[in-house]
């Protein structure tokens, strides 16, 4: 009794490790089949565009950031590879290019990506030569962003915006005229006047002017001089700098070119800081290299 009731005990055990083996192989069986299928219904990430924000702006560009919200309806991380980009201006594309970009957007998650493009204004100047004289531009950015998606392999999914963007311009500096206040037996005491025009739709206020001012190829005056006139938009401000002459220091040719009704070879280089409202402008420098044939007034 005791033998036959270990073999049926064996027999049994055999039978329960066989019924747990094909149990687990069942289980498994049933997950994979949920995970093929999961698989099966993965998609691409799907786009869009928040909007377009200006993250810096002089006289020579601006700099744009294109914010994309990304969202990943799988149930698996989707990684992002990188994106291209396509910027348009009045219809002319000005700069396309592309950067690698690692990034994962979560399962079930959503990410916002940032795609920064640069505007020189030169190359848009080049390209429409109308743009000179408007005050804004259209302009749109194509892009695509590629992520790796598994089963699905390499995707690229397209976005686009559109809008308008300001078209800046340096203020234009010009020596408005040279006039005599007072003259003496050792010295004379003069008045330099320049013009600077503001071409853009908003004001800006000058800070800060260095110069070195010359005649004829002699150096007359040099300095800096602390600026905080206001220019209004597609307006006008004249700079006044004060000159005085030291005819023992310069001699008497100095003194000579004063007299009588003449027209005198001006030259002005130096540069001249001016700052905005516009939070993303901040302050520039504009550099000035002047010549003019100035007469002398009095």
């Not at 994106?83 to 290019?97: A, I, P, R």
């Not at 916002?112 to 259209?138: C, E, G, H, W």
Request: aromatic share 6%; proline share 5%; charged share 15%.
């Amino acid at each position: 009794m005791t033998a036959a009731f270990r073999t049926d005990g064996n027999r049994l055990s055999r039978f329960l490790r066989a019924a747990g083996a094909a149990g687990m192989l069942a289980a498994l069986f049933a997950c994979s089949c949920a995970t093929l299928q999961q698989m099966a219904n993965l998609q691409a990430p799907t786009l869009s565009v928040r909007g377009v924000r200006m993250s810096g702006l002089s006289f020579d560009a601006a700099d744009l950031v294109l914010d994309v919200a990304v969202a990943n309806p799988n149930p698996v991380a989707v990684p992002l590879s990188g994106f291209d980009y396509d910027l348009q201006v009045e219809t002319h594309s000005l700069f396309k290019g592309n950067q690698a970009s690692r990034q994962t957007i979560a399962g079930g998650g959503s990410s916002v990506v940032q795609i920064p493009v640069t505007l020189i204004f030169r190359d848009l100047y080049n390209a429409a030569a109308a743009m000179k004289s408007r005050d804004s531009a259209s302009y749109k950015i194509d892009c695509g962003l590629s992520f790796d998606v598994p089963v699905l392999g390499p995707v690229r999914v397209p976005a686009s915006f559109s809008g308008r963007l300001p078209a800046v311009k340096a203020p234009s500096v010009k020596i408005q005229s040279l006039k005599v206040k007072k003259t003496g037996l050792t010295g004379a005491d003069l008045e330099l006047s320049l013009n600077v025009s503001n071409p853009n739709v908003f004001s800006f206020g000058l800070q800060k002017l260095a110069y070195d001012f010359k005649v004829n190829g002699l150096s007359w005056a040099a300095g800096t001089a602390s600026e905080t006139a206001s220019v209004s938009a597609k307006g006008k401000q004249t700079i006044r700098i004060p000159v005085s002459l030291n005819f023992l220091q310069m001699g008497q040719t100095v003194a000579g070119l004063l007299s009588g009704d003449r027209t005198l070879d001006c030259g002005l280089t130096g540069s001249l800081d001016v700052g905005t409202s516009l939070p993303e402008f901040g302050k520039a420098t504009v550099p000035l290299d002047l010549t003019e044939r100035i007469r002398l007034t009095r």
